[in-house]
């Protein structure tokens, strides 16, 4: 039972252009949304987050949405950067439970 | 160093073996976190604790058991190792109650079972 979802395992996308990756959830109870960052053979490190009395939350080229009303959030990166290049997850948590999606793979092409 | 360490890096074990990960964190987080990594299942929490001697299951934790007798050390333990828990395992800590902060994660150990 997945309850957050990140349905595109990959994408890719030239330098300098926007970068969109989406999460769905299907757990209501969640209220806090993150997204981490991870290079291979290392742990994952956080990037940015967003509580759900928010819709946006902006951190120099990052920028996460959330949608409530359709459960989905999305990380927007611009301009891409090829050190951008990566696996993203997102997360969503309420109380002590936290969830994650399984990751996209970012390809920034220079 | 300051940080949070995991060891080993690298495991091969056999089926029915005893297994223990070590985690170890400078910054003397009261929370820390186990995680595995599956392809297709993202980072899954296995155990975590709030405290030291307080431990609580996470969503998979069957098949593991872990200990904190020391804030800095949270050791997980394969009692008796099988292949499905073939993964990479992650070990993370946070500062705050709760998870709704941000987690510090170790680079890592991957376990493969035969």
């Known amino acids: 039972d997945q309850q957050v979802k990140q349905n595109s395992p990959s994408l890719s996308v030239q330098e300098g252009r926007i970068s969109i990756l989406n999460c769905d959830y299907t757990?209501?109870?969640?209220?806090?949304f993150l997204w981490y960052k991870k290079y291979p053979a290392e742990g994952p490190t956080f990037l940015i987050s967003i509580s759900s009395i928010k819709d946006k939350n902006e951190d120099g080229r990052f920028t996460v949405f959330l949608n409530k009303s359709a459960k989905h959030l999305s990380l927007h990166i611009v301009p891409s950067q090829p050190g951008d290049s990566a696996v993203y997850f997102c997360a969503a948590s309420a109380d002590n439970d936290m969830r994650f999606g399984a990751g996209t793979r970012l390809t920034v092409k220079p | 160093d300051a940080g949070i360490t995991q060891s080993p890096r690298y495991k091969i074990t056999e089926t029915g073996r005893q297994v223990t990960l070590m985690c170890h964190q400078t910054w003397s987080h009261s929370y820390m976190f186990w995680y595995r990594q599956d392809l297709g299942h993202g980072l899954r929490l296995i155990y975590y604790?709030?405290?030291?001697?307080?431990?609580d299951k996470g969503e998979v934790p069957d098949g593991y058991v872990v200990s904190r007798s020391k804030t800095e050390n949270f050791p997980l333990t394969l009692e008796s190792a099988t292949r499905s828990q073939t993964s990479v395992y992650f070990c993370a800590s946070s500062e705050l109650m709760g998870l709704q902060v941000t987690q510090y994660f170790g680079p890592g150990t991957r376990l493969l079972v035969l």
């Open positions: 757990n209501s109870m969640f209220d806090y």
């Open positions: 604790s709030a405290a030291a001697d307080i431990t």
